[in-house]
């Protein structure tokens, strides 16, 4: 296995940019655990959704709880990769304890 996909693995996902870095999709722990010859393209999931870099950690946590969702993308306006933010940095970073916004 490649040392990507070892470290996407870790993660549970993967980003697929383009040379721009502008976000088309999102393979998560299933399409990652598929046939390794498989094209990123027939697998990824598209129209991911992105935050921007404004959005106060609040806000997004309170979207995450709502999506069940543990990461979250953050663009440009014009969709470029900024980062990968984890639910518990986000409620680290509040002093909040584990799936908590209250």
Not at 6 to 20: L, Y
Not at 35 to 42: A, L, M, S
Not at 63 to 74: A, G, I, P, Q
Request: glycine residues 10%; positive net charge; aromatic residues 4%.
């Amino acid at each position: 296995m490649g040392v990507a996909r070892q470290s996407a693995r870790d993660w549970g996902t993967c980003i697929v940019v383009n040379e721009q870095r502008v976000v088309f999709g999102r393979m998560f722990q299933p399409e990652l655990d598929g046939d390794p010859k498989g094209r990123v393209g027939d697998v990824m999931r598209p129209g991911t959704s992105t935050f921007r870099p404004n959005v106060s950690a609040i806000e997004l946590l309170e979207y995450m709880d709502r999506k069940h969702h543990e990461t979250s993308l953050v663009t440009t306006p014009d969709g470029r990769l900024v980062g990968l933010v984890r639910r518990e940095d986000i409620e680290r970073s509040l002093g909040r304890g584990s799936h908590s916004v209250r």
